[in-house]
């Protein structure tokens, strides 16, 4: 009887855990992105598989770190600034 109980217990430590949402980005004359929302910030990966962790800022959609931000800037748009990069970028359908 009482591995009954752990099912229920479970699921709401499941429930419980940190959301996430993904979304795919193409940057022209830049690369593509696929950026991960969490609780800790904006993780973005890279085509060539590098990943950076951006936390969130005092302003809605941007996150930042000393030389990298990523700002969505209206609706399926966003920019990536990378070093002295800076690139605009439109979601991926899908």
Sequence with gaps: MKPLFLIPA??????????????????????????????????????DGRSELLPPTDKEEVYAKP???WASEGFRTARLTDGQSSYACDQMAG
């Design 10 to 47: 479970l699921a709401l430590l499941a429930a419980c855990g940190e959301r996430e949402t993904r979304e795919t980005y193409t940057c022209p004359n830049g690369p593509d992105l696929a950026i991960t929302y969490s609780e800790a910030g904006a993780l973005i990966t890279f085509g």
């Design 67 to 69: 030389g990298m931000v």
